[in-house]
């Protein structure tokens, strides 16, 4: 029962991963941008979480209401005023700007929360649980893990029954045939950013919750991220929650084994499948 406990921790785990990843996927999927500030923006949306439910007195998961659009606004304006302009043949020159903006991120939080841990207290969600055959499973993964699912449905049916979805992948596919096609490239990058970052918003707000949290966390959530998009398949987004499941259940059994084991089980995880498929258990398939 111990081991299944932990393969279930692990799976519940691996949604709060697949929250870190899907931004990262959607990214990547549209506009082929790997964001090395992305985990930072994790960090960033937890603090602004953790500020608005302490200036309103909200509860964390109502201050989504506020976070999500702040965080959606920010990654379209960041996309529109800095990002689009790196975007080319080159990867080398968007890598290196989101480098600097994750460095601008890690001290601008640094000066305003200094580096003190902090935590959103989101009272008895964070300590309720429920048996289900023989195990306790604490709310809070539960609806982690339910809110993944959601959300990642969601970002499947936007791609692929929606207007903006068929943008999406028509920038993604040829971007300069979309362009003489009518559609403004540099308009829809800028809201698959937003797109990005509202989701990132969540993860951010449900990472505060559940852990301590300080500026310099980010580099640790991307690599999360990093590892379940790569696990699952590049700008496939089902693939980046299996991904996540994979990563999550792999870091408990790690630390079931031995406490010190549970990142390392992680990444030695993911080393194994990069090794055996390289380009992910679920590589994306052009539409």
Same mark, same amino acid.
């Given at each position: 029962?111990?081991?299944?406990?932990?393969?279930?921790?692990?799976?519940?785990?691996?949604?709060?991963?697949?929250?870190?990843?899907?931004?990262?996927?959607?990214?990547?999927?549209?506009?082929?941008?790997?964001?090395?500030?992305?985990?930072?923006?994790?960090?960033?949306?937890?603090?602004?979480?953790?500020?608005?439910?302490?200036?309103?007195?909200?509860?964390?998961?109502?201050? =989504?209401?506020?976070?999500?659009?702040?965080?959606?606004?920010?990654?379209?304006?960041?996309?529109?005023?800095?990002?689009?302009?790196?975007?080319?043949?080159?990867?080398?020159?968007?890598?290196?700007?989101?480098?600097?903006?994750?460095?601008?991120?890690?001290?601008? =939080?640094?000066?305003?929360?200094?580096?003190?841990?902090?935590?959103?207290?989101? %009272?008895?969600?964070?300590?309720?649980?429920?048996?289900?055959?023989?195990?306790?499973?604490?709310? +809070?993964?539960?609806?982690?893990?339910?809110?993944?699912?959601?959300?990642?449905?969601?970002?499947?049916?936007?791609?692929?029954?929606?207007?903006?979805?068929?943008?999406?992948?028509?920038?993604? @596919?040829?971007?300069?045939?979309?362009?003489?096609?009518? +559609?403004?490239?540099?308009?829809?990058?800028?809201?698959?950013?937003?797109?990005?970052?509202?989701?990132?918003?969540?993860?951010?707000?449900?990472?505060?919750?559940?852990?301590?949290? @300080?500026?310099?966390?980010?580099?640790?959530?991307?690599?999360?991220?990093?590892?379940?998009?790569?696990? %699952?398949?590049?700008?496939?987004?089902?693939?980046? +929650?299996?991904?996540?499941?994979?990563?999550?259940?792999?870091?408990?059994?790690?630390?079931?084994? @031995?406490?010190?084991?549970?990142?390392?089980?992680?990444?030695?995880?993911?080393?194994?499948? =990069?090794?055996?498929?390289?380009?992910?258990?679920?590589?994306?398939?052009?539409?």
């Amino acid at each position: 029962m111990e081991w299944t406990n932990a393969v279930v921790q692990g799976t519940l785990l691996g949604g709060l991963y697949a929250l870190f990843a899907a931004g990262l996927s959607l990214i990547f999927g549209v506009m082929r941008l790997v964001n090395i500030a992305h985990g930072d923006l994790i960090v960033m949306a937890a603090y602004l979480g953790l500020t608005v439910v302490t200036m309103l007195g909200l509860h964390p998961l109502l201050a =989504l209401v506020i976070v999500v659009p702040v965080m959606a606004v920010f990654g379209y304006v960041l996309q529109r005023a800095v990002l689009n302009r790196t975007l080319g043949d080159d990867l080398l020159p968007p890598l290196l700007v989101s480098f600097g903006l994750s460095v601008i991120l890690q001290n601008g =939080l640094l000066e305003i929360y200094t580096a003190d841990p902090q935590k959103i207290n989101a %009272g008895v969600l964070e300590t309720a649980s429920v048996q289900v055959g023989g195990l306790s499973l604490g709310v +809070l993964p539960l609806l982690t893990f339910g809110i993944a699912v959601a959300v990642i449905w969601g970002l499947q049916w936007v791609f692929y029954h929606t207007a903006l979805g068929r943008a999406f992948r028509a920038v993604s @596919d040829n971007p300069d045939i979309a362009q003489l096609m009518g +559609l403004n490239r540099r308009h829809i990058f800028g809201l698959a950013m937003a797109l990005a970052l509202a989701v990132t918003a969540v993860a951010g707000v449900l990472l505060g919750i559940r852990t301590s949290f @300080d500026p310099s966390i980010g580099g640790g959530r991307l690599i999360f991220g990093f590892e379940a998009v790569i696990i %699952g398949g590049l700008g496939n987004l089902w693939g980046t +929650l299996a991904g996540g499941v994979i990563l999550g259940v792999a870091q408990t059994l790690g630390a079931k084994i @031995d406490p010190g084991w549970q990142l390392l089980a992680g990444h030695i995880a993911f080393l194994v499948i =990069l090794a055996v498929r390289p380009n992910g258990l679920f590589p994306r398939i052009s539409a």
